[in-house]
């Protein structure tokens, strides 16, 4: 089964940029923007991330503002801070090398045992397991395993069995696991798999008896919370401006520059433009954002204004820390999430009440 996997691997691997390369901070970079993220959507983000900063002492030396601008849209941004925390680390405790074992992996800021054993195997040859949602599909599958991942005996279970497979693949431990890893991303999808394209399909248990739409088991999830806000966008015409606030260390989006928000419905703008100084009666209703998030549904109500012509603006309110002017023309280099992408695009609309159809 290993070695149909493994030659099914090398010869119908995708060319992805993380595998032309053996450089450990790269390889680690590509694992960390993966994580629940698709590969389309990370490829413009790695390449241009490792193209400013392509050392781990680059981005070590690099203001966190400047990490969190290139990771501008890409979300889950918890995983930038970690990384840049993490090279940090590695700077001032491992002269500047990526750790080379698991335990060493590990002891780094935002490193769990799926990125350290990713990082492990693929760039330094250590038979080290991981287990992600691919994997578990594949197991799941292969060897019909009716646990489910997210309990405790689950979870033993998967990485009880990628160890022994880690320790008993033939060749590079690397490509064993990258194997997994894209036979579940290519072939043995969540809904409808390409059994009859799988290269292990005499092996799979599951398929045997009749259980590849069952599994794997998973509990039921949680959906996600609704949170209404309303957003104020305060432009200038000439030269364009906008005021942009800039999230506390902390809260959700933290040290991302947004328009000014509050919680609330649509009424809850007066109080927000009360903060600001402005004249409510010249905000203008733009249409509401909606926005998915892992664990939260966004509606967020736009109004646009007039930007009053001021040096210094108050903070807008506690998840704030910062708020200023910035020009339009600059706002690429502006670290922020596609939330404000959406409302700003809202608000510049040329039509009233326009609403913006959701993404995650």
């Known amino acids: 089964m290993q070695r149909a996997l493994l030659a099914w691997y090398r010869r119908s691997r995708r060319d992805l940029p993380w595998r032309r390369t053996d450089d450990p901070y790269a390889i680690w970079l590509s694992e960390t923007m993966l994580q629940q993220t698709r590969v389309d959507t990370v490829l413009p983000y790695y390449r241009r991330f490792l193209e400013a900063l392509p050392t781990v002492r680059a ?11 290139l990771w501008s849209g890409l979300g889950y941004y918890r995983r930038a ?39 492990a195997s693929i760039a330094y040859g250590v038979r080290a397991a991981l ?5 578990v599909r594949v197991l799941s599958r292969l060897f019909a395993v009716e646990e489910d991942a997210s309990t405790g005996a689950g979870k033993a279970r998967f990485w009880g069995l990628a160890r022994d497979l880690v320790s ?9 696991n990258q194997a997994l890893m894209e036979l579940g991303a290519t072939v043995c999808s969540p809904r ?16 045997a008896r009749g259980l590849v739409d069952e599994l794997p088991r998973s509990s039921s999830k949680r959906p996600p919370r609704e949170v209404r806000r309303v957003a104020l966008v305060l432009v200038s015409a000439d030269p364009g401006r906008v005021l942009l606030a800039r999230r506390r260390p902390g809260v959700l989006f933290g040290g991302l520059w947004e328009p000014p928000s509050i919680d609330g419905a649509a009424d809850a703008a007066g109080r927000l433009a009360e903060r600001l100084g402005v004249d409510a009666s010249t905000l203008e209703p733009r249409g509401e954002v909606r926005h998915v998030l892992t664990h939260r549904r966004m509606h967020v109500t736009v109004l646009r204004g007039p930007l009053p012509a001021k040096r210094r603006w108050p903070v807008p309110g506690p998840d704030y820390d910062a ?38």
């Open 81 to 119: 801070r970690m990384l840049h925390a993490a090279a940090r680390r590695v700077i001032r405790e491992h002269r500047g090398e990526v750790p080379r074992d698991v335990e060493g992996l590990r002891g780094l800021e935002g490193v769990g045992e799926y990125t350290a054993g990713a990082v």
């Open 192 to 207: 409808g798999p390409a059994c009859d394209g799988c290269p292990v399909r005499s092996f799979c248990v599951a398929r």
């Open 131 to 135: 287990v992600d949602g691919n994997v």
């Open 59 to 69: 981005l070590a030396e690099a203001p966190e503002s400047r990490v969190l601008s």
């Open 323 to 360: 708020a200023r002017a910035i020009a339009t023309a600059d706002l690429g280099d502006i670290a922020h999430a596609t939330l404000t992408r959406k409302v700003l695009s809202l608000a510049n609309a040329a039509a009233r009440g326009v609403r913006s159809r959701s993404s995650p």
């Open 168 to 176: 008993s693949a033939p060749g590079d431990p690397g490509d064993w």
